[in-house]
């Protein structure tokens, strides 16, 4: 070979290695959670061997470039496993990943020489939060898309083998690709889309949703109605400049909140661009695995010290039962004055399976905000309806008009979905199991039009009626959306007598929610029993049916009621009602005229009764006929009422006036959990018997319940005029957290406290009958000297994820010569199902 030859060949050698060294490889993909089939926004994807990566979006779509030698690819991210393929040598290719969560245990501490770098870029963002913050503005609007998806996951082998779950073995088998090539497999059971316009504007502090489009197919949805209202941003906005952000009921503590290094521990991990914006990566964990705080990674702004990026996850060490974890995933931008406002949102609740044969759920929450437009607030009177429907909001269902709504397209997997909900809703054995969970939900049997009900009070007995059946009925929204009919026939095997209760309820408005309702009725009862102010709790009520009456009653009554929402949060009623009473025990009382000395025993009343309320941040939806409250946030419910009585109107033997005024707060205290505070005060000006006073609910049983005086009993004491203040307060997982030994239990500490002070005039204890006043169990009890029945209480909730039990300590009214019988100490129980 000629010395030429040999250049030639180097030289081609050297060109043809250049080529490949030179060559470019560019990769895209996606990244998803393999459980859920999610996008994984700000995982980290690396070429093997080269310090050349990419970060995925929100979406989790990556792509990289390089032109060093590389045979993998590797996808990495906090909480879960990392992993690695194959790269080919071609110079465009896709390479998707599916990650697994990694179980492990709470990092170490690491203990630095002096200040961890990364709480200086908190203490930033502290005092920046005013600068940040959404809620700095005086108002902001924007268009909203929102995706939701409930799926049933880790379906267990011994589940499939069931008979039910074989009659949906076919699309089992092809569900099973949904979360992807390696995923699990997971069963669709609702998806919804909406398109909404949001409006905030500051002082007053006022919110409006305005659900301009929904699409909604589910298993047992019918009606679309209520679940749109349901479905909007609204319900899925969380804002971590807020101390604490409350989700599925519980508070959690943000990692920025004021208070940030009582709860968390931080690493700053990396510094980047994103998009424009030189951002510090902070990792960070709770003290605490067992406290309501999150596990996750954010990115901080360099400049402004804002908020760019977050990812946040609660595993299933926390102190929340049947949450395998929870995701929020989130990406903000700045507005034209400065503060920033999401632009997207992901939310992820794995719901564990309650046995081992069992199933679990996913729900998958996706919101999307654009056209942000800034400082330009509506009339205060635009926020009246907080949550407001378009008319045509169910219409337009074609595939074709939802393109060009959304602000993404739906994926495959999507789209597969709306398919697989299509073809179980049509499976026989999917119908009847949707039933029978309706009707345990609605507590009615629906018949189309007419609902028959409720079960709770098919039957039940007493020391009065003995053996007690009952059925009933109501019309639903298919019969009329204007008016709806109801009506209960009863009968009683020991005394004999039918009962009924029939009503009929116009809706005369829903903008502005407008009732006119009519109710007769004839049945037995319980003094102090008040079925007005306990509706909102059917349980109890349905409990006052059974067991032993010791002041019963019959009672045949007529009432009409005219309610009307007057304007945002403020609501009047008005209502007459004539009342018959017929004691079933030893009563008896003193005409308080004096014009006869005969001890009467029956009465009758007419009475006119006025009611305001008023809720300022109440939020309610419409569920068909029905108007339902969600409750408030950070005022409180405030309610007055006045009943007259007059005198001759049809056979009403008294004139009197009464006043009540109570108000309701929940109060959030931070690290302490979350407190209920109850005050109540009632005033009667007239001599009167006193099954028409005030009869403070007494507990005889081994229940404890939150509406009742729990060591009193039945019947003790009756005012006249009274004030009372019943609190509640759940501390969560607050110091059992840090027992090592106590806080893998989950046990939540919680405390009590009923106190009413009031009296009986004397007027008023000279009218009961001495004659009928003198046996112990039927003696009607009366506080003395202005001292006040006082009970405390702790207990533990949270046993066995369902027990809870209350130690309850009665510390007046306790003198063994004046109240023998009295129970200083109780230890009493009960069964309830809660995060």
């Known amino acids: 070979m000629t010395f030429l030859n040999r250049i030639i060949l180097s030289s081609l050698s050297l060109i043809l290695s250049y080529g490949f060294v030179v060559a470019q490889i560019t990769v895209r993909g996606k990244v998803t959670d393999a459980s859920s089939g999610d996008p994984l926004p700000f995982v980290n994807v690396v070429f093997k061997g080269t310090s050349i990566g ?71 963002v502290v005092k920046n939060k005013n600068k940040n913050d959404k809620l700095g503005l005086t108002a902001y609007e924007y268009d909203t898309y929102t995706k939701i998806e409930i799926d049933v996951d880790n379906i267990s082998p011994a589940l499939r083998e069931k008979r039910f779950m074989k009659k949906i073995t076919t699309v089992l088998d092809s569900v099973d ?10 069963l669709p059971l609702f998806i919804t889309e909406s398109v909404s316009k949001l409006y905030y504007r500051d002082d007053p502090s006022l919110k409006k949703e305005l659900i301009l489009k929904t699409k909604i197919s589910g298993v047992g949805v019918e009606d679309g109605t209520t679940v749109s209202q349901l479905v909007g941003s609204s319900f899925q906005e969380y804002n971590f400049y807020d101390n604490w952000l409350s989700i599925v009921t519980k508070e959690f503590v943000s990692p920025i909140a004021d208070g940030w290094r009582l709860y968390y521990e931080y690493d700053l991990t990396d510094s980047l661009y994103i998009g424009d914006h030189y951002c510090y990566r902070l990792d960070f964990f709770p003290k605490s695995p067992q406290d309501l705080a999150f596990t996750g990674t954010m990115w901080i702004t360099k400049d402004e010290h804002a908020l760019k990026q977050i990812d946040v996850l609660m595993g299933k060490q926390a102190n929340v039962n049947f ?69 045509d909001a169910n219409m337009h269902k074609e595939e074709a008009y939802w393109d060009t709504l959304r602000h993404e397209p739906l994926t495959e997997t999507e789209k597969n979905v709306y398919k697989m909900i299509d073809t179980l809703k049509n499976i026989p054995i999917v119908k009847t199991y949707t039933d029978i969970i309706k009707v345990i939900v609605d507590g009615y049997i629906d018949l189309g039009k007419v609902e028959l009900g409720p079960y709770l009070g098919l039957v039940a007995w007493n020391n009065i009626e003995g053996f007690r059946v009952q059925g009933g009925f109501k019309t639903n929204y298919k019969f009329s959306k204007r008016f709806i009919y109801s009506g209960t026939l009863a009968y009683g095997f020991d005394d004999s007598r039918i009962k009924f209760n029939a009503s ?140 007259r009585g007059v ?94 030994l106590i806080r893998k239990l989950k046990w939540r500490l919680l405390a009590t406290s009923n106190v009413v002070v009031g009296g009986m005039r004397t007027a008023n204890r000279n009218l009961i009958a001495p004659t009928f006043n003198s046996q112990e169990t039927e003696k009607a009890g009366f506080f003395k000297n202005g001292k006040p029945y006082v009970e405390v209480g702790y207990g533990v909730e949270n046993i066995f994820r369902f027990l809870r039990v209350d130690f309850v300590h009665r510390l007046t009214y306790i003198d063994p010569v004046e109240n023998p019988d009295a129970r200083k100490f109780g230890i009493l129980f009960t069964v309830q199902f809660q995060l």
């Open 54 to 124: 990419a970060t995925t979006d929100f979406d989790g779509n990556y792509t990289i470039t390089t032109s060093s030698p590389t045979d993998s690819l590797i996808a990495s991210y906090i909480g879960y496993k990392s992993r690695a393929k194959v790269v080919r040598k071609t110079d465009l290719q896709s390479i998707n990943f599916q990650l697994e969560e990694l179980v492990t245990n709470l990092q170490e501490i690491v203990v630095r020489a002096g200040e961890n770098p990364a709480f200086e870029i908190l203490r930033n």
């Open 177 to 186: 690709r949904i979360a992807g090539e390696d995923g699990k497999p997971i």
């Open 323 to 391: 949450i395998e974890k929870i995701r929020i995933q989130q990406e903000l931008a700045p507005t034209p004055l400065g503060p920033w406002v999401p632009v997207k949102n992901r939310v992820l609740i794995d719901v564990g399976e309650l046995t081992k044969n069992s199933a679990g759920m996913l729900a998958k929450f996706y919101t999307s905000n654009k056209n942000i437009v800034v400082n330009q607030p509506k009339e205060v009177a635009f926020y009246e309806r907080r949550i407001q429907m378009a008319e």
């Open 504 to 643: 009929v309820q116009h809706i005369l408005s829903r903008r502005r929610w407008t009732t006119m309702s009519w109710r007769v009725r004839s049945d037995v009862a319980r003094v102090g029993v008040d079925d007005e102010n306990l509706a909102d709790n059917p349980l109890f009520l349905t409990a006052t049916r059974w067991g032993y009456f010791r002041r019963g009653y019959y009672f045949d009554e007529g009432r009409v009621a005219f309610q009307r929402e007057l304007f945002k949060g403020f609501t009047q009623k008005i209502s007459v009602k004539h009342m018959t009473f017929e004691p079933t025990y030893n009563f008896g009382y003193l005409d308080p005229e004096q014009k006869t000395t005969d001890t009467l025993q029956r009465f009758q009343t007419t009475e006119v009764t006025l009611e305001a309320r008023f809720a300022r941040d109440e939020l309610f939806i419409q569920n068909d006929n029905e108007r339902i409250s969600l409750g408030t946030d950070k005022w409180p419910v405030l309610t007055i009422r006045y009943t």
């Open 647 to 740: 005198k001759g109107v049809l056979g009403s033997d008294f004139n009197y006036h009464k006043v009540r005024l109570s108000l309701f707060k929940k109060i959030r205290t931070g690290p302490l959990g979350v407190g209920y505070l109850n005050l109540t005060g009632e005033y009667a000006f007239n001599t009167l018997p006193y099954p028409l006073l005030s009869l403070h609910l007494g507990n005889q049983s081994p229940l404890y319940s939150n509406i009742t005086y729990n060591l009193m009993d039945f019947g003790e004491f009756i005012s006249d005029h009274y004030a009372s203040v019943q609190y509640r307060q759940y501390l969560e997982g607050f110091l059992l957290n840090r027992l090592p």
